[in-house]
């Protein structure tokens, strides 16, 4: 009885001095709602570390975004505007701290895309106010007021642009002030520009050159010629000048300056150079000389667009197959349908006779017409389908006999021909391939197939009147005995 009371006493102790600890700890509660939370020693860097991680994240998104720049600026110099809109769109515009360059980028593609709007509305942005982004957007707003002939807001933002970027300016900005003059249809101020207060200004070689584009490109060559004096006679040392002053002279069209132009470049080695003197031997009908010259410039550029443009034709007349394969593999000129280039290719492999790598290019381009290729495009895949078609399979005998009707249908005299002829030859593709003698048809010619022969009527020998068939088909005639 003694340990139960004892018992009873300590549970009643312990239960209330917990109550009191709780009525305790909630009066410390409610007292330290003012205090800083309690640090164990070494947690005072918690926070620095926090913030490092952060820089640090920062810093990996700032040198990601710079590698996309990067990478979208090499794509847009190189002409792959889809992969530099790739590159660009893998950066975050709300986050990131090189947004205004993202943009302007993008500004650039729309312009070189010809969405002169879009690409102005991409300057929009607040951010390009700022006198500091100003100067490197100015330029790009007012070529694209040009494009939209909105002469009003290129007026209105010449005088601004022009005094933010005078500074960078070599020239007195030249070329832009003749740019805008020219679209305002200033004359008197072109004219200026030009011919009238140039003396002063043709001060060095690059100011010199600057001169000479700016007439090329107003086609004022004629002009600019005739005062071509003024320019100082240490000018001539520049192979850079020279170079323009015979084009000048090549584009006036006068036989008589062509032997001008070639004495300006005959001792410069340039792509330039070697252009000019092939597209003189391509006015003279050199082709040979030509062809020659325009190599040359494509060992020096190799993808010079004004040399492969002048080269492939001359490899086609000449016959040299092989380099004109290598100048289309070459010519990275995406103005030129694709479709177009292929069929070119295909033309120059059947003349190299590279018949399977011919047939599979036509196989691909068909593929790329629908099956509705052009009529060029029909008749190279009845040659090939012809040569290719001495196979004994069912199949590539039929393939062959497709090929030539579908170019038959196209109007193509010898298809035609060639389709009726597997009428009496049972394998065509063989046949034309055997060394031993043929029966030839001297009065069947490319010739005799293109003249227009007289249509002669066809005389119809009659056999039986017409009147016996009608007799004998008359009610009163019994042929057979009818049965009662």
């Known amino acids: 009885m ?17 109550g009191e600890g709780l009525l305790h700890a909630e009066d410390v509660f409610l007292s330290s709602a003012g205090l800083k939370e309690i ?23 700032r040198n990601a975004d710079l590698d996309n720049l990067t990478l979208a600026k090499l794509k847009i110099i190189n002409g792959d505007l889809k992969m530099a809109k790739f590159y ?65 807001a290129l ?14 300016s070599k020239n007195d900005q030249y070329w ?9 249809q200033d004359r008197q101020g072109v004219r200026r520009n030009l011919i ?9 070689d690059e100011m010199s050159k600057l001169w000479l584009k700016t007439g090329l490109y107003l086609n004022k060559e004629k002009d600019l010629l005739n005062i071509l004096s003024i320019l100082p006679e240490n000018s001539y040392q520049s192979k850079r000048l020279r170079e323009i002053v015979a084009f000048m002279y090549l584009r006036t069209g006068r036989p008589e300056d062509r032997a001008r132009a070639l004495s300006f470049v005959d001792d410069i080695d340039s792509a330039n150079a070697e252009n000019i003197k092939g597209n003189i031997n391509l006015q003279n009908k050199e082709y040979e000389l030509a062809f020659g010259h325009f190599r040359l410039a494509l060992t020096k550029k190799q993808d010079s667009t004004n040399s492969l443009e002048r080269a492939i034709p001359l490899a086609w007349i000449l016959g040299q197959w092989k380099d004109g394969l290598s100048m289309l593999d070459n010519n990275t000129n995406r103005s030129l349908d694709p479709r177009n280039k292929q069929a070119i290719r295909i033309a120059f492999l059947i003349r190299e006779k590279k018949f399977d790598e011919a047939e599979r290019e036509l196989i691909l381009l068909k593929n790329d017409f629908k099956n509705q290729p052009p009529f060029e495009v029909s008749i190279m895949d009845s040659y090939v389908s012809l040569v290719q078609g001495e196979k004994e399979k069912k199949f590539d005998v039929r393939k062959v006999e497709e090929s030539t009707e579908a170019a038959c249908r196209t109007f193509d005299g010898i298809s035609c ?5 597997f009428i009496a030859w049972e394998n065509l593709g063989k046949t034309i391939k055997r060394d031993e003698a043929t029966f030839t048809d001297k009065e069947m010619t ?22 016996d068939i009608e007799e004998l088909d008359g009610e009163g005639i019994q042929l057979m005995k009818v049965a009662p």
């Open 39 to 61: 640090t164990f020693p070494g947690d005072e860097y918690g926070d620095y570390a926090a913030l490092e991680t952060e820089m640090t994240n920062d810093v990996h998104i």
């Open 2 to 18: 003694k340990y139960l009371k004892a018992l009873l006493f300590l549970i009643a102790f312990l239960a209330y001095s917990y």
């Open 88 to 152: 660009l769109g893998r950066i975050d515009e709300k986050k990131s701290r090189v947004f205004a360059i993202k943009k302007r980028y993008e500004s650039v593609i729309a312009f070189i895309e010809g969405k002169f709007k879009e690409s102005l509305d991409h300057l929009t942005n607040k951010k390009f106010m700022d006198s500091s982004l100003y100067p490197q957007v100015c330029l790009l707003k007012m070529i694209n007021y040009m494009a939209l002939n909105d002469t009003n």
């Open 417 to 421: 021909w060639i389709s009726l002829q």
């Open 176 to 184: 832009l002030d003749t740019m805008v003059k020219l679209k305002l």
């Open 196 to 204: 009238t207060d140039v003396e002063s200004t043709l001060n060095d």
């Open 446 to 467: 490319i010739d005799s197939l293109k003249l227009k022969k007289p249509v002669v009527a066809l005389s119809e020998t009659i056999t039986v009147d017409q009147r």
């Open 155 to 168: 007026r209105s933002e010449k005088d601004y642009c022009m005094f933010y970027t005078g500074k960078a």
